[in-house]
């Protein structure tokens, strides 16, 4: 690990300012991706600016919403009880992202910004990877992939996003606030991330020195069904294969409304727009699901070992609904 800076300011402003001010600096949270980074040697920087006594922590209900402090918890969110009453698939996907351990550390902020854990972006042996040397190429593409987005890929990038979180609340229409010496804005989650296009190594929106400082989680009315199904090598802590969180309000048999998006698939949070409407207003069937996993899965882009993934993400997806709605 290389030599580097540290501070701990005692107000948002000054973090802001610290970070702004040095082009190679970064916010410092819960560290559970960050130091592991700094490790593999992948990333460098030369100042941290430690944030966790800012007071940007703790769950408010504000009306029809959730407002989470970026320094909350997963842990801390997960044992909220509004959290557990209006959105469990929220908690599932917390619950089924880490360890207890980690979730005592990881924040939710941080947790929107954990780096792909693709095997390729994380060795520096690796010459060829986009995500951490624009056009040196993807190694990923030509080797062996299996932990690989096939939605939002290309050749020039394969990486997969990693969280359980994002997915979540992607689903939940969640909305980020950001803060920078400009001033503060809000960015819907869904708007958040980037497709890695021409330029896989800008994965979100933030500007250098803006900062995550809340999140806002839409509540669901009452009698929502939900679900977040994580599918997975083993049932202990692993990341995904294939995920899906859904959401639907249902009259009787028929579903008036449904919100889904999947993980273990995408090189972003990936939401089923498409899928949503083949559901709205269809009634609860296996055809029906059937056709909402085509169209949530189409126009992969898969190498050989991300090939398995196209089947078994639809059949996650069809599997959640049926669990759902049962």
């Given amino acids: 690990m290389r030599e580097f800076r540290y501070e701990r300011p005692s107000t948002v402003a000054e973090a802001i300012s610290a970070v702004a001010g040095d082009p190679d600096a970064d916010f410092l949270a819960g560290g559970t991706t960050e130091v592991d980074l700094m490790k593999d040697g992948v990333f460098h920087p030369d100042l941290l600016v430690d944030i966790t006594r800012l007071p940007l922590r703790g769950v408010r209900k504000n009306g029809t919403m959730l407002q989470v402090g970026a320094l909350t918890t997963m842990e801390e969110l ?10 469990p698939f929220v908690r599932e996907a917390l619950l089924l992202g880490a360890s207890t351990q980690l979730r005592n550390m990881a924040t939710i902020g941080g947790n929107l910004l954990q780096r792909t854990r693709c095997r390729y972006f994380r060795d520096p042996a690796v ?10 190429g993807c190694e990923a593409v030509a080797s062996v992939a299996r932990m690989h987005a096939i939605l939002g890929a290309s050749r020039d990038c394969i990486a997969l996003h990693a969280s359980d979180l994002a997915v979540a609340l992607v689903a939940l229409d969640a909305v980020v606030h950001l803060q920078s010496e400009d001033g503060e804005r809000t960015v819907p989650l869904t708007q958040f991330y980037l497709m890695p296009g021409d330029t896989p190594n800008r994965e979100n929106v933030l ?5 995550i400082t809340a999140i806002d989680l839409p509540l669901p009315p009452e009698g929502i069904r939900s679900t977040y199904l994580k599918v997975r090598d083993r049932a202990s802590y692993e990341f995904a294969l294939t995920s ?5 309000t249902m009259d009787g048999s028929v579903i008036t409304e449904a919100r889904i998006a999947m993980g273990g698939v995408g090189t972003i949070p990936w939401r089923g727009f498409e899928a949503e409407e083949v559901l709205r207003n269809a009634p609860a069937t296996p055809d029906a699901f059937r056709s909402a996993a085509e169209g949530m899965i189409h ?5 050989p070992g991300t090939a398995f993934k196209v089947e078994l993400a639809k059949r996650t997806l069809v599997r959640a609904l049926t669990e759902v709605t049962s």
């Fill in 127 to 136: 010459p060829a990877c986009n995500k951490r040397e624009p056009g040196s």
């Fill in 207 to 211: 500007r250098h020195g803006e900062l």
């Fill in 78 to 87: 997960a044992a909220d009880r509004t959290l557990i009453e209006r959105a």
């Fill in 299 to 303: 126009d992969p882009y898969v190498v």
């Fill in 244 to 248: 899906a969180a859904v959401a639907l």
